[in-house]
């Protein structure tokens, strides 16, 4: 019954490898969001769609490429992978309407060696 | 940075106590949330206050607004260890993208048995 939620959980590699994480709402959300979250615990937006549209891309590297396949999903592929994309990266979801409360998911910590 | 500062960072106090949390902001807001995240989870939203709302209650959450000062508290009354987590603040701004969040720095709350 988990409303939000993300695969893997815990991702180590290397520098310059490609990674992907997985997102799945099952909360009938149309707005899906990627954020991530450093050391200092300050989280930035990276990006939201809607319908599977781009509507929020922040000041994030092209080597970050979100895809959503269907309004109840969106992943994010991260090409070169660079010691400063060590992180906790969340996914959010949320209906569009103003005014809402966005839904996590549970993170998926990402440590680059 | 359009981030928003909160303070204290961290807050230590004793079961049965209340805890007040504070929240500064920069630009115009539509509305105002409260978030908690327990350690190694996702967030998790609290209460959210308009921009035209002075003050707002959820159980033993009390928050308040003051547009002119930008700025918010947010109030736990007789906590319990349980609510030992960070708190943030996020605000939804006028215009650009809809539901857009801009998190605060976080507050770290321990409630000492």
């Known amino acids: 019954d988990t409303a939000v939620s993300q695969t893997p959980k815990y991702l180590v590699t290397q520098m310059g490898n490609d990674k992907s994480i997985k997102c799945e709402q099952n909360l009938g959300h149309d707005t899906m969001y990627w954020y991530k979250q450093d050391s200092k615990k300050f989280l930035k937006i990276m990006f939201s769609y809607n319908n599977k549209e781009l509507i929020i891309n922040e000041t994030v590297p092209n080597r970050f490429s979100p895809k959503s396949p269907d309004k109840a999903h969106l992943n994010l592929h991260i090409n070169s992978l660079e010691l400063g994309d060590s992180a906790v990266y969340f996914c959010?979801?949320?209906?569009?309407?103003?005014?809402?409360?966005?839904?996590f998911g549970p993170g998926t910590r990402l440590t680059v060696l | 940075s359009q981030q928003g500062e909160e303070d204290p960072q961290a807050l230590s106090i004793q079961e049965g106590e209340n805890a007040t949390m504070n929240c500064s902001y920069k630009t115009s807001i539509n509305n105002l949330q409260w978030y908690r995240q327990n350690s190694g989870r996702g967030l998790v939203h609290l209460i959210l206050?308009?921009?035209?709302?002075r003050e707002k209650h959820s159980g033993r959450l009390r928050v308040t607004l003051d547009t002119s000062k930008k700025s918010s508290s947010l109030l736990i009354t007789a906590s319990r260890a349980a609510d030992t987590a960070s708190y943030f603040c996020a605000t939804e701004g006028y215009g650009g993208a809809t539901n857009k969040l801009i998190f605060g720095t976080g507050t770290l709350l321990a409630v000492q048995p």
């Open positions: 206050i308009r921009s035209n709302e």
């Open positions: 959010a979801s949320s209906v569009t309407n103003g005014r809402v409360t966005q839904y």
